[in-house]
T-cell receptor
Framework: DGGITQSPKYLFRKEGQNVTLSCEQNLNHDAMYWYRQDPGQGLRLIYYSQIVNDFQKGDIAEGYSVSREKKESFPLTVTSAQKNPTAFYLC?????????????FGSGTRLTVV | GESVGLHLPTLSVQEGDNSIINCAYSNSASDYFIWYKQESGKGPQFIIDIRSNMDKRQGQRVTVLLNKTVKHLSLQIAATQPGDSAVYFCAERRNAGNMLTFGGGTRLMVKP
C-alpha cells in the first residue's frame, strides 16, 4: 500500500545534539512538508519542498534544516540551534497535479529533549 | 501517547448526538477547504473537502457546509460515536501555490 512513513516514532535528544527525523513516501508525490505541533497550537510549517533539489523555509525554519535529494525522501534535521525542540513533528506530501490539494500525513515523530 | 492540543477549544457531546465543529477563515480568495481528524499521537487523516463553488458536501456521516458570505466553514458529524473523539482541523488553500493554511483545531470529546 502507498503511504508516507515517519521514523522513529519517539526520539530523545540530548542538549546540544543534532538529530534527524526521517520521512519517506511511495505515493509519487511531488511536494513534501514538515510541520511542528505543540500542545494548544495548530500546525506550524517548518520547511517545504515542491520538487527534488529545491526547498523553501516555512514560518519557523530557524534551528532546522532539510534536504530533498530524492523524490521519495525529505529528512528533517533538528540542530542544536533549535532551543525548544520538544514537540510532535509531522511530515506530509501532496500530488503535484491540480484538482486535489489535500495533504497526506505521516504518523508523526515525538521528539523530547532530555 | 501524549495528547496534543491540551488547550484547544473543546466540544463535548453525548454519544448518538450530532456534532457541529466550526471554523472561520480569513481569506475571501480561498478556493478549497478540507477537514482533517487527528487522534492522539497520530497524524491527521482526511475527512472531507469542498471547493468554493459549492455550499455543501456530504460524506459518510459527515457534512461540510461553506458560507462564503461570512467566511465560515463547519463540519457536521451525525450520530457521534466514541471513535469520533479526536482533534479536528480545518485548512484552506489561499493561493495558487497550493499550500494549505491550517486552523488551530477543535477537540471533540464524546461521552458514552
Amino acid at each position: 500500500d502507498g503511504g508516507i512513513t515517519q521514523s522513529p516514532k519517539y526520539l530523545f535528544r540530548k542538549e546540544g545534539q543534532n538529530v534527524t527525523l526521517s520521512c519517506e513516501q511511495n505515493l509519487n508525490h511531488d511536494a513534501m512538508y514538515w510541520y511542528r505541533q505543540d500542545p494548544g497550537q495548530g500546525l506550524r510549517l517548518i520547511y517545504y519542498s515542491q520538487i527534488v533539489n529545491d526547498f523553501q523555509k516555512g514560518d519557523i525554519a530557524e534551528g532546522y534544516s532539510v534536504s530533498r535529494e530524492k523524490k521519495e525522501s525529505f529528512p528533517l534535521t533538528v540542530t542544536s540551534a533549535q532551543k525548544n525542540p520538544t514537540a510532535f513533528y509531522l511530515c506530509a506530501s501532496k500530488r503535484g497535479d491540480s484538482g486535489y490539494y489535500g495533504y497526506t500525513f505521516g504518523s508523526g515523530t515525538r521528539l523530547t529533549v532530555v | 501517547g501524549e495528547s496534543v492540543g491540551l488547550h484547544l477549544p473543546t466540544l463535548s457531546v453525548q454519544e448518538g448526538d450530532n456534532s457541529i465543529i466550526n471554523c472561520a477563515y480569513s481569506n475571501s480568495a480561498s478556493d478549497y477547504f478540507i477537514w482533517y481528524k487527528q487522534e492522539s499521537g497520530k497524524g491527521p487523516q482526511f475527512i472531507i473537502d469542498i471547493r468554493s463553488n459549492m455550499d455543501k458536501r456530504q460524506g459518510q456521516r459527515v457534512t461540510v457546509l461553506l458560507n462564503k458570505t461570512v467566511k465560515h466553514l463547519s463540519l457536521q458529524i451525525a450520530a457521534t460515536q466514541p471513535g469520533d473523539s479526536a482533534v479536528y482541523f480545518c485548512a484552506e488553500r489561499r493561493n495558487a501555490g497550493n499550500m494549505l493554511t491550517f486552523g488551530g483545531g477543535t477537540r471533540l470529546m464524546v461521552k458514552p
